[in-house]
């Protein structure tokens, strides 16, 4: 697996105190489920007449409060900072602004989070399926009928937010047409890192999982604990773990490809002009 690690630490670096926040963010949720769970074991031990059943109820209510507090912390906080490390993430080497600048850049791309969430599927979306020759966007001859893939395409679609911000000096909307377009047209290097960027990052997932679950197993079948709960404590765990230090890296590597290979490009403007249905520059309600 051939992966520019040199190019993505090189990027990690120029936004390392966002990176860092989001590590710091995430690695306290995971404590916090730890202490939840922590919390809930003892509860079920020190009461009387607490049935297996009743221990699994509970923990599903935990869970549910855990992953609504996720997305709202996503909803309000997260959603720009994670814009603003891809706008970092742009930046050429030594020129990197400070994070006021990049939080400032990241509300004008994206003023509010439905905005983020829209643009983000979308981008995600179409990258999928992009090579499939559909709504008339033609690939570069040889690609005919190759898809990105739905997993590949996370990192791909997020790389072109980075590539758009690299050149949004004026319309955020035409920028992302822009870096969508260089994409289509030049990203052929960038495609296949993201697979294998995707790759590594789900194996990085799956290691850290068993890690965590096979111990979990143990201590939860000892302790007369459903079994299922420590599995599922295990894959929060992983999760969050993945969230802070492997994605970041991942979303580092495949930018810095991506930005690399299509320096010096000019968008075609007739692909640009078919993608503005896609994404338009008008801003949806409630988010001026």
């Given at each position: ?11 990690l ?18 404590f ?72 400032c ?18 981008l ?23 898809a ?30 822009e ?26 997932l799956?290691?850290v999982f ?21 599995i ?49 520059d ?7």
């Amino acid at each position: 697996m051939n992966l520019n690690f040199k190019e993505a630490l090189a990027a990690l670096s120029r936004a390392l105190p966002l990176v860092l926040l989001r590590a710091g963010v995430y690695v306290a949720g995971g404590f916090m489920v730890i202490v939840l769970f922590a919390m809930l074991l003892i509860a079920a031990r020190l009461a009387n007449g607490v049935t297996p059943a009743q221990v699994t109820v509970m923990a599903l209510l935990l869970m549910g409060g855990g992953w609504v507090t996720a997305l709202v912390l996503e909803r309000f906080f997260l959603f720009r900072y994670h814009a603003a490390l891809l706008f970092l993430f742009s930046s050429p080497p030594g020129t990197a602004p400070g994070l006021a600048a990049a939080l400032c850049e990241a509300a004008r791309f994206f003023p509010g989070p439905a905005l983020w969430a829209a643009r983000r599927q979308g981008l995600r979306r179409f990258v999928a399926t992009m090579h499939r020759d559909q709504e008339g966007f033609t690939p570069p001859p040889g690609e005919r009928g190759q898809a990105v893939g739905l997993l590949a395409s996370a990192p791909l679609s997020q790389a072109v937010v980075a590539l758009a911000f690299s050149r949004g000096k004026g319309n955020p909307g035409q920028a992302l047409r822009e870096g969508l377009a260089l994409c289509l047209r030049h990203g052929t290097a960038s495609r296949a890192l993201a697979r294998s960027w995707q790759r590594f990052s789900l194996m990085a997932l799956a290691f850290v999982f068993f890690c965590l679950a096979l111990p979990n197993w143990i201590f939860f079948r000892g302790a007369g604990v459903p079994v299922w709960i420590g599995i599922a404590l295990a894959a929060a765990i992983a999760w969050l773990l993945h969230q802070a230090f492997a994605v970041p890296v991942v979303l580092a590597g495949v930018s810095a490809t991506l930005l690399a290979e299509t320096r010096e490009r000019i968008p075609d403007p007739e692909l640009c002009e078919k993608l503005a249905a896609l994404f338009p520059d008008a801003v949806p309600a409630g988010e001026r």
